[in-house]
């Protein structure tokens, strides 16, 4: 069956750097389309991150130029480098085939839906000011 299992959470201070990894298996990887999606306490679920399978990336906005997403087909795996690193991250961050239906100028439209493609479990960021 379809697993996506995230890594690399945990408690960093303002300013500094996490990796974040996820390990897909049991479907084609490599045909798929990869996103990051996170989920603050007491928000609602938003778009952060993703790559096409031909490597093309969105960005979401309040994360522009701090997080760099990147995939390695042969390793079954996507990253999200996040970089300089605010209060405003901390949050669940969750792995997902499922992509944004409208990208408009590299920045996804609307919110992504847990009941659309597969999800992981999720890994906590949390930031310390």
């Known amino acids: 069956q379809v697993q996506l299992v995230e890594s690399g959470g945990g408690l960093v201070q303002q300013g500094k750097s996490l990796r974040l990894t996820c390990a897909g298996s049991?479907?084609?990887?490599?045909?798929?389309?990869m996103s990051w999606a996170r989920q603050a306490p007491g928000k609602g679920l938003e778009w952060v991150s993703g790559?096409?399978?031909?490597?093309?990336?969105y960005y979401a906005n309040s994360i522009k130029g701090r997080f760099a997403i990147s995939r390695d087909n042969a390793r079954n795996t996507v990253y999200l480098q996040l970089n300089s690193l605010k209060p405003e991250d901390a949050a669940i961050y969750y792995c997902?085939?499922?992509?944004?239906?409208?990208?408009?100028?590299?920045?996804?439209?609307?919110?992504?839906?847990?009941?659309?493609?597969?999800w992981g479990q999720g890994t906590q960021v949390a930031v310390s000011s």
């Open positions: 997902s085939t499922s992509y944004p239906g409208l990208i408009v100028r590299g920045e996804p439209i609307g919110s992504p839906s847990r009941d659309l493609g597969f």
């Open positions: 049991g479907f084609a990887f490599s045909n798929s389309p």
């Open positions: 790559i096409s399978k031909d490597g093309s990336t």
